[in-house]
């Protein structure tokens, strides 16, 4: 059974920064990659950014420059660096991946970004 488990999330002024951990379980993490999403209270899940096996990581035009997507395959933990945080960051962030032909997510970590 794949388990993913975020944590981090908390409620920060704008400019600030924070870092969201998703701890997996269940998966081969050596050649998994993985994706971090969030959704915002009234509008769809979007892709934030997203890290390869390999370590290769690509992000969204809006959080470019800004968030940084690591990974650590000794502790199984993909974790999310978000600095210079705005209050259009505010949602609910989850991050997923795709194992066996089946997409899994987390329960999410809630962030909200104060002006």
């Known amino acids: 059974q794949v388990r993913l488990v975020e944590s981090g999330g908390a409620l920060v002024q704008a400019g600030g920064s924070l870092r969201l951990s998703c701890v997996s379980s269940?998966?081969?993490?050596?050649?998994?990659?993985m994706g971090w999403y969030r959704q915002a209270p009234g509008n769809q899940r979007e892709l934030v950014g997203n890290i390869s096996s390999t370590g290769t990581t690509t992000y969204s035009d809006s959080v470019k420059g800004r968030f940084t997507i690591s990974k650590n395959n000794a502790w199984n933990t993909v974790s999310l660096q978000m600095n210079n945080l705005k209050p259009e960051d505010t949602a609910v962030y989850y991050c997923?991946?795709?194992?066996?032909?089946?997409?899994?997510w987390g329960k999410g970590t809630l962030v909200t970004v104060s002006s």
């Open positions: 269940g998966i081969n993490s050596k050649i998994a990659s």
């Open positions: 997923s991946t795709r194992w066996r032909g089946i997409q899994w």
